[in-house]
């Protein structure tokens, strides 16, 4: 047994509903490396936070296969979505998942097929009016001192 002292009616809790299908404007928020359950190869689960509009702070997450060993259309796959994760935000070399970090972009959400109680992001594309931050540069800003997000800024 634990001994706590906590008040739900204080608490707002947390909604895990799907959002509704649509395009969204968001960030990844988060990213992790991880090997496949398979043992085959690799590829990276990104969290993906939405920041403006009426799901502002819903997150919705994606795994992308960056390596497959016995499914080469799985690899390519993959690795198209990943470039197109990249070209949204401006980046053209990617070193780290870091470098993908807080960099707005628009994502088209869908409801998986297969499970409607998920969502599965179909395409991600530069906000409008741009290119992805840092088009063509290879780098990105290092984050502000003051810890204000990168869109955010003026």
């Not at 509903?17 to 404007?25: I, K, M, Q």
């Not at 053209?92 to 870091?98: K, R």
């Not at 991600?124 to 997000?149: H, L, M, V």
Request: charged share 20%; hydrophobic share 35%.
């Amino acid at each position: 047994m634990a001994t706590i002292s906590f008040n739900a009616a204080e608490v707002e809790p947390s909604s895990f509903d799907v959002l509704p299908a649509g395009t969204y404007e968001a960030v990844i928020a988060n990213s992790e490396a991880k090997p496949m359950k398979s043992g085959n190869g690799m590829g990276f689960n990104f969290e993906f936070e939405i920041i403006s509009g009426d799901c502002k702070g819903r997150k919705v997450f994606a795994w992308i296969t960056f390596e497959h060993r016995t499914s080469p259309d799985a690899q390519r796959i993959g690795r198209e979505q990943l470039s197109a994760i990249c070209r949204a935000v401006g980046v053209t070399q990617l070193n780290d998942t870091v470098q993908l970090h807080n960099l707005p972009m628009m994502i088209t959400v869908a409801l998986d097929k297969n499970d409607p109680t998920r969502n599965v992001i179909k395409s991600y594309k530069p906000r409008k009016g741009g290119d992805g931050q840092g088009a063509g540069s290879g780098t990105q800003p290092a984050p502000a001192a003051s810890g204000t997000a990168p869109w955010a800024r003026t």
